[in-house]
Nanobody
């Protein structure tokens, strides 16, 4: 089993920045894919960004140029740096870790972009 704990969410004004963290513990495998997803009220959950075990990132169109996903395997932590935030970015953000034996989700962290 793997436990994922997100942190770093909060209230930010449009144009502001936040950095989300996702700390993993438990049965950690060296090879994994990490993703950040978000779900806004009344909408389906969507992929925001993903990074492979070889550190190749890919982004949703809405995140390109503003968000950066990264991972620190020494700390078993993944990050999502979010810049130039917009009200449409308001959502619960959750991290997802896929290992060979299973897929795990964090509990989510609220990001609210509002003036």
């Amino acid at each position: 089993q793997v436990q994922l704990v997100e942190s770093g969410g909060g209230l930010v004004q449009p144009g502001g920045s936040l950095r989300l963290s996702c700390a993993a513990s438990g049965t950690i495998f060296a090879i994994y894919v990490m993703g950040w997803y978000r779900q806004a009220p009344g909408k389906q959950r969507e992929l925001v960004a993903r990074i492979t075990n070889t550190n190749i990132p890919n982004y949703a169109a809405s995140a390109k140029g503003r968000f950066t996903i990264s991972r620190d395997d020494n700390k078993n932590t993944a990050y999502l740096q979010m810049n130039n935030l917009k009200p449409d970015d308001t959502a619960v953000y959750s991290c997802n870790r896929k290992q060979s034996e299973g897929t795990y989700w964090g509990q989510g962290t609220q990001v609210t972009v509002s003036s």
